[in-house]
C-alpha cells in the first residue's frame, strides 16, 4: 500500500526525532556517558518509534476506510492491518 506523501509528513517527523535520539546514543556511548543518561537517551529512541510505527498504520487504515467509503476496494484487507498492528506489540 502506497501512504499519501502529505499525510505522513508526522510519521517522518516521528522517525527523524528517533534517528537524533539514535544518533545522541551512539555519541553518548562513545563518549563513556553515564548509563542512565544512555539509558534514558535509548528509551526516547524506543518510543519515537512505537509511535511512528503505530502512526503509520493508523494513517494506512484511514486510507482503507476512506477508501471504502468511496465504494472502492481497499488496497488492504482488515486481516492485514490487524496483522500490521500485532507486528508492532
Do not use: W
Not at 51 to 73: D, I, K, P, S, Y
Request: negative net charge.
Amino acid at each position: 500500500m502506497q501512504l499519501d506523501p502529505v499525510e505522513i509528513v508526522p510519521v517522518l517527523n516521528r522517525v527523524k526525532r528517533a534517528h537524533g535520539h539514535l544518533a545522541k546514543v551512539v555519541s553518548m556511548m562513545e563518549e563513556g556517558r553515564d548509563c542512565e543518561d544512555i539509558v534514558t537517551q535509548y528509551a526516547a529512541v524506543l518510543k519515537a518509534l512505537e509511535r511512528a510505527g503505530f502512526a503509520l498504520v493508523a494513517t494506512g487504515m484511514r486510507q482503507c476506510m476512506a477508501a471504502e467509503a468511496n465504494g472502492e476496494e481497499p488496497e488492504m484487507d482488515a486481516a492485514k492491518m490487524e496483522k500490521l498492528f500485532l507486528s508492532l506489540t
